[in-house]
Nanobody
Framework: QVQLVESGGGLVQAGGSLRLSCAAS????????MGWFRQFPGKEREFVVA????????NYADSVKGRFTISRDNARNTVYLQMNSLKPEDTAVYYC?????????????????WGKGTLVTVSS
């Protein structure tokens, strides 16, 4: 059983940056594609970005391309989401996800494990 714990959320002004972290435990981290999703109030969770187990293949939602960057450190069992040029519409709860089924499946929401989420609030 893999546990995922997100951190790094908070309040930031529009145009600012935040870096989210997701620490994994309980499994072999390098087996899993990792990703981030977000959920707006009253809406379903949506895909943000995924990264394969080696860290050399990424898949971004169009809404965050060029502003967000995912990376992973398999030695530290951690995946990161660097968020730049934040907009008020990025305000959401951000969730970490892990799957053994690859980034394409993760993009479709087929995650084996989910974190509990971290709130990002971007003020205008």
């Amino acid at each position: 059983q893999v546990q995922l714990v997100e951190s790094g959320g908070g309040l930031v002004q529009a145009g600012g940056s935040l870096r989210l972290s997701c620490a994994a435990s309980g499994g072999i981290f390098s087996w899993y594609a990792m990703g981030w999703f977000r959920q707006f109030p009253g809406k379903e969770r949506e895909f943000v970005v995924a990264i394969n187990w080696r860290g050399d293949n990424t898949n971004y939602a169009d809404s965050v391309k060029g502003r967000f960057t995912i990376s992973r450190d398999n030695a530290r069992n951690t995946v990161y989401l660097q968020m730049n040029s934040l907009k008020p519409e990025d305000t959401a709860v951000y969730y970490c996800a892990a799957t053994s089924r690859g980034t394409e499946n993760l993009r479709r929401g087929a995650s084996d494990y989910w974190g509990k989420g971290t709130l990002v609030t971007v003020s205008s």
